[in-house]
């Protein structure tokens, strides 16, 4: 029997990125049929190119055994490239923008597994604030930008983080069950924005909100934090027309 060959002029190197290409626009697990749907390479190709990232880690495989989603390395090459762009002026300026409103540490920030990792800030020079490096990683379930992120995921994304992540209670005002976040998540997606009432660290309060795409999906969370000495959560409500201004703005220059 004649081997099948595969004709597709396209460069394997290229094929790999297409495969990359296609889970990033969905956004969500995807067997490799699915895919390949907008591939439409033979079958054995586009398994063989799948069980080859998978192996060298930008694809990861799902509990169910036959999705898959961004690896470890691709993750690691995706913060890399948000790292890099603290030297995008016109998103920092965004961030300048808001400080200037809201006159208290604000930031930009993309969730990293079952992480939430800063890739922008302008900080406060009140001796009082809460200082947290570019790069750190801050738990999604106990924070207003992890909040923001988990609720506008898709809902399989949330059901996995819910059932697998350790959910543990940083203050007394953590959200530590799957229940009561699973709740919380709902209230934020309904009200388009998530408050931080000193849920990770006593004495913080901080409202983020949501820069979408065009498709509803989160590309980063704006947020900004002040001590309760200074600022009450019902204050820091008022800011949140800003923080609303400055995601449209960033969503813009995505």
């Given at each position: 029997?004649k081997e099948f060959q595969d004709s597709s002029p396209v460069?394997?190197?290229?094929?790999?990125?297409?495969?990359?290409?296609?889970?990033?626009?969905?956004?969500?697990?995807?067997?490799?049929?699915?895919?390949?749907?907008?591939?439409?390479?033979?079958?054995?190709?586009?398994?063989?190119?799948?069980?080859?990232?998978?192996?060298?880690?930008?694809?990861?495989?799902?509990?169910?055994?036959?999705?898959?989603?961004?690896?470890?390395?691709?993750?690691?090459?995706?913060?890399?490239?948000?790292?890099?762009?603290?030297?995008?002026?016109?998103?920092?300026?965004?961030?300048?923008?808001?400080?200037?409103?809201?006159?208290?540490?604000?930031?930009?920030?993309?969730?990293?597994?079952?992480?939430?990792?800063?890739?922008?800030?302008?900080?406060?020079?009140?001796?009082?604030?809460?200082?947290?490096?570019?790069?750190?990683?801050?738990?999604?379930?106990?924070?207003?930008?992890?909040?923001?992120?988990?609720?506008?995921?898709?809902?399989?994304?949330?059901?996995?983080?819910?059932?697998?992540?350790?959910?543990?209670?940083?203050?007394?005002?953590?959200?530590?069950?799957?229940?009561?976040?699973?709740?919380?998540?709902?209230?934020?997606?309904?009200?388009?924005?998530?408050?931080?009432?000193?849920?990770?660290?006593?004495?913080?309060?901080?409202?983020?909100?949501?820069?979408?795409?065009?498709?509803?999906?989160v590309l980063a969370a704006v947020t900004f934090h002040a001590?309760?000495?200074?600022?009450?959560l019902e204050t820091a409500m008022t800011h949140l027309p800003?923080?609303?201004?400055?995601?449209?703005?960033?969503?813009?220059?995505?």
């Amino acid at each position: 029997m004649k081997e099948f060959q595969d004709s597709s002029p396209v460069p394997p190197s290229l094929r790999n990125l297409q495969i990359l290409e296609a889970l990033a626009r969905e956004a969500r697990p995807m067997t490799a049929t699915e895919i390949n749907a907008s591939l439409g390479l033979p079958k054995p190709t586009i398994h063989r190119l799948v069980a080859n990232l998978e192996q060298e880690g930008y694809l990861s495989r799902q509990l169910d055994g036959r999705s898959y989603l961004p690896g470890l390395k691709l993750r690691q090459m995706m913060l890399g490239v948000m790292h890099t762009c603290q030297y995008d002026l016109p998103r920092h300026d965004v961030l300048v923008r808001l400080f200037t409103a809201v006159g208290e540490t604000c930031s930009i920030s993309i969730p990293e597994g079952d992480t939430l990792v800063y890739v922008d800030r302008v900080e406060t020079n009140w001796p009082l604030r809460l200082v947290i490096q570019l790069g750190t990683r801050v738990p999604l379930h106990a924070t207003a930008a992890g909040k923001v992120c988990l609720a506008f995921m898709n809902p399989q994304s949330v059901e996995h983080f819910l059932r697998h992540a350790r959910l543990h209670p940083h203050t007394p005002n953590t959200f530590a069950s799957a229940e009561s976040l699973r709740e919380e998540l709902a209230r934020v997606r309904e009200q388009g924005h998530a408050i931080d009432d000193q849920e990770f660290i006593p004495g913080m309060v901080g409202i983020s909100v949501p820069a979408l795409d065009g498709r509803g999906r989160v590309l980063a969370a704006v947020t900004f934090h002040a001590p309760v000495q200074r600022m009450s959560l019902e204050t820091a409500m008022t800011h949140l027309p800003a923080l609303k201004r400055a995601a449209s703005e960033l969503a813009d220059l995505a």
